[in-house]
Nanobody
Framework: QVQLAESGGGSVQAGGSLRLSCAVSTYQGSNYCMGWFRQGPEQEREGVAT???????AYADSVKGRFTISQTRANNTVYLQMNNLKPEDTALFYC???????????????????WGHGTQVTVSS
């Protein structure tokens, strides 16, 4: 059973930074898509950023230039560096992993697989 564990959330003021981490419990192969999603208060879950096994990335327009997704294969961890945070970034952030990825779906934030329980990010003005 694959488990994803997010960490790094917290409360910051607008303009601040946070780095989220997502640790995957077991190695599942070299072909994958991993991503970060978020769900704000009374909002639907939305894709934030994805990265595939070749390191190609995709970002939501709302976070381009502010957020960076990266990975460390050695310890099965994916990161989300978030800079210049805004109050509208306040949300529960989830990590997801898809080990049978359709790359078009990956870049369109459509992942099917495993999900973490989320880490809360709160940005105050």
């Amino acid at each position: 059973q694959v488990q994803l564990a997010e960490s790094g959330g917290g409360s910051v003021q607008a303009g601040g930074s946070l780095r989220l981490s997502c640790a995957v419990s077991t190695y599942q192969g070299s072909n994958y898509c991993m991503g970060w999603f978020r769900q704000g208060p009374e909002q639907e879950r939305e894709g934030v950023a994805t990265i595939d096994s070749d390191g190609r990335t995709a970002y939501a327009d709302s976070v381009k230039g502010r957020f960076t997704i990266s990975q460390t294969r050695a310890n099965n961890t994916v990161y989300l560096q978030m800079n210049n945070l805004k109050p509208e970034d306040t949300a529960l952030f989830y990590c997801a992993a898809d080990y049978s990825p359709d790359l078009v779906a990956c870049y369109a934030f459509r992942l099917h697989g495993y999900w973490g329980h989320g880490t809360q990010v709160t940005v105050s003005s």
